[in-house]
Every structure is written in C-alpha cells, then in structure tokens.
C-alpha cells in the first residue's frame, strides 16, 4: 500500500513537472457554444482550434492562477435556437467560471439574455452590433469594427467606391434575410444616401437560397453603378458565381461578403474572386506584421490538415486567440473571478494582443475601428498557396494599412 502511495505520489510530481500546472488544483473552467457542424461549422472549427492552442500555452506556463484551464463546450449545430439552452446549461448545470462566445452575430445574440442574468463577462467573436439592443456593460466585442460595428462593414467599402474617377452615383444593396446581413445593409442605406448616392436596388433574399441568379438578374436590369452584398459564406459563393455567370456589368462590386476569406472558398471560387472588393480583418500583407501573428499562423496552419480547419486561418483564429489574451490578462490582473471586476479591468485597460493593440469603447466595441476592405487581384486557379503571399488580398481601407492601388471598373476586370 505504502509503495502504490509512493507512486502515485511521484506520478503527481512528474505530471506537474511536465504541465507546469498543479494537477490537485481546481481547474478554472470556460464555457462556450461553438458551431462544430453546419452552415458556420467551417468558422467554429478554426476558432476552437485557436482556443485550443491558448489553453495549451497558458496550461504550459502554469495555468490561469495556477490552476489549469479547461473548456466546457458543446456544438449548437449553426442553429441560434440551441445556443439559449446551450449557455443554461453551462451555468446553471455545469457551473463554468468563465464563458465566452462562439462565433457569429447569429450565435451570439441568442446567448446574451442568458449571460446578462448570470451578470458574467462575455467576449464576443465577430458579432454584428449585438450590444446595440443589450447595452450590457460587461459585453466585449473581438472585431476590429469600432464603435460603429455595422457601419464599419459598409463605410469602407463605399468611401474606397467615391475614390473612382468619374465618381458612381447609383448603388444596389442586397443581403441575406438574416441577422448580420440586415444589421449591415441598414448602415450601408444609411451611409450611401450619406455619400449621395441613388439606391436602384434595395432587396433580400431566404438566408438558405442556393441559386441567386434571379437576385442577380433582378440588380443587373437597374443599371448600378456599385453594388454592395451582405451574406454568409454559402450564400457568398452563390452570388459570386451567378455574377460571373450573367456578367454582371458594374464598376465595383462587393462587400459584407462573409466567407470569401476562407481558404476553401478561396480555392474554390479562384479567379471568380479577382476584382471583388469585401470586408475583412487580416491579410498577409507587410501593413500587418503584429508582433506574434506570424508565429501563431505557422502553428495553427501545422495543425490546420489535421484537425480538418481552415488551412489559412487568417479571418477567425487570430482573433479567437487574441480574445483568451484578454481574458487572461484580466484574469490575473484581479486575482480572481469576480466578474464585476474583470469587466470593470477590461473596460479601463489597452490590451496588447497578437492582433495588435485593443481598447474597448463603452459599448464593448473596439474604441478605433481597424475594419479592412481589400481586394482580390491575380487570383490564380487551384492554389491556396497563392494566398499566403502579399498581392493577392491587396488592402485598400483603412489608409493606415493600405497596400496597393484598387483596380476598377469591376467589368473590366472579368473580361
């Protein structure tokens, strides 16, 4: 008995050698829905595998308080309806320390009723102006937007489109019958009639729509100048190829086009994306060269084959990684897990991420929008590699971060 308790004493010992984590003490749990299987699976996976390699690298260097860290998540399967019931569960049940979101405006919005309840800090990965209905002081967006999240995936786009000699005057908007897509054309209404220009087009479409060659016939009989796509990633492929297929004749085209920055969909769509100005939020580009990024990336695209994710990995898991930076910071900044104090830590300081510097406004917001709009130029066919490059996502908004001329008109470009 006395040398199985040696043992198992010596195998604690070794354990705690090789963690740098006290395997006798309570883990710190966090709780989070994430989309592991349906239409925004492709965005959940990355993000977790983000998440994953920060609980690896605070587990190495001795935890959270010296405790490890554990994740308690399930998959709400694309389907904001779960996430209600998913977030009850954690707290009411599991009774995790700390939760975070998964990812998406659509996700996130059902989950804030249950969290503002419980009175928990809650990190938001890539939601659309969800706070703007809550006004929940302990909210704290990941999404370089500013504190105009809506606008901010419209403003570019329609500054960079005045910057075309003769200037457009005619635009059509068009999105998704979904949460984010409404929240991003009602800003984009609202800042063409601000920039003078003539809405022709003004419609949405079933978010599940597969064939959008109608909508596309539909815009293309009234002549715009511009025309401005909000969608997710289904419905963003969908559109790309029924515009080159009917040769949709504008000067600019693009958007709030969720999706195109996934390597499969780049790979994909190749060509079809050249000329295609759209939001974004990372590119490999030499404006973009935060200290740590680059090394995150060759971790995560080392392990990206394997764990069946977004082989680039550039739109979600810098963020999701840079998000558990905070919460971490904040963490053990306050010693604890009080969550009055987390937030009010979260609220007064700068957080310096591997996404580069983040404040947060009063609305949970980035205080400075950091929201790119780049555009697609020598896309070839068949290689993601390509995308690894500078030149193919050249950055064209904010002037801060731009890295190439914008080409125009869209026409043009498909010929």
């Known amino acids: ?8 004493y010596a195998t604690a010992i070794l354990a705690t050698a090789v963690t740098g984590v006290s395997q006798a003490a309570d883990p710190i749990r966090i709780g989070f829905s994430m989309s592991l299987t349906g239409g925004l699976a492709s965005g959940g996976k990355a993000a977790l595998l983000a998440y994953e390699i920060w609980r690896e690298d605070i587990n190495a260097k001795g935890g959270l308080l010296g405790r490890p860290v554990e994740f308690v998540h399930y998959d709400d399967q694309s389907n904001p309806s779960n996430v209600p019931a998913i977030y009850t569960k954690l707290l009411s049940i599991d009774k995790v320390d700390l939760v975070v979101s998964g990812y998406a405006t659509n996700q996130i919005a059902p989950a804030m ?33 500013g504190t105009d999240s809506a606008g901010a995936n419209a403003r570019g786009f329609l500054e960079t489109a005045m910057t075309m000699d003769p200037k457009p005057k005619t635009i059509a908007l068009v999105g998704a019958d979904a949460e984010y897509a409404q929240n991003t054309i009602r800003a984009a209404r ?14 949405s479409y079933p978010p599940s729509s597969a064939d959008l060659a109608p909508v596309v016939r539909a815009i293309k009989a009234t002549k715009p100048d511009v025309v401005y796509v909000a969608s997710y990633p289904a419905d963003s492929v969908a559109m790309l190829r029924s515009v080159n297929e009917i040769k949709l004749d504008v000067k ?41 990024v680059e090394d995150f990336l060759k971790r995560y695209q080392d392990r990206a084959a394997s764990a069946g994710v977004d082989a680039l990995g550039y739109f979600l898991p810098p963020f999701a990684y840079a998000e558990m930076q905070i919460l971490q910071n904040a963490v053990t900044a306050t ?31 980035w205080a400075t929008s950091r929201a ?21 996502q050249v950055i064209l908004y904010p002037a801060d971060y731009k890295s190439g001329t914008f080409v125009y008109p869209f026409s043009d470009i498909k010929r």
Do not use: C
Not at 115 to 132: D, H, I, R, S, Y
Not at 335 to 364: H, M
């Open 372 to 392: 790119l709009f780049v555009q697609y130029q020598n896309v070839i066919p068949n290689d993601v590699n390509q995308f690894r490059q500078s030149g193919r």
């Open 252 to 292: 600019m085209f693009g958007g709030g086009m969720i999706g195109l920055a996934y390597a499969p969909i780049k790979t994909q769509l190749g060509p079809l994306l050249n000329g295609v100005v759209t939001y974004d939020v990372y590119a490999p580009e030499p404006t973009m060269k935060f200290p740590g």
């Open 190 to 203: 609202t800042i063409a009639k601000e920039l003078g220009f003539e809405i022709v087009y003004d419609h």
């Open 1 to 8: 008995m006395r040398l199985f308790k040696t043992i198992l």
């Open 113 to 145: 009723p249950v969290v503002m309840q419980k009175n928990m800090v809650f990190l938001a990965l890539f939601g659309t102006a969800v706070n703007e209905k809550f006004n929940y002081d302990k909210y704290f967006q990941m999404l370089p937007n």
């Open 335 to 365: 010693s604890g897990l009080d969550q009055n104090k987390i937030g009010d830590y979260i609220r007064k300081t700068t957080f310096k991420t591997l996404v580069g510097d983040i404040k947060f406004a009063p609305n949970g917001e």
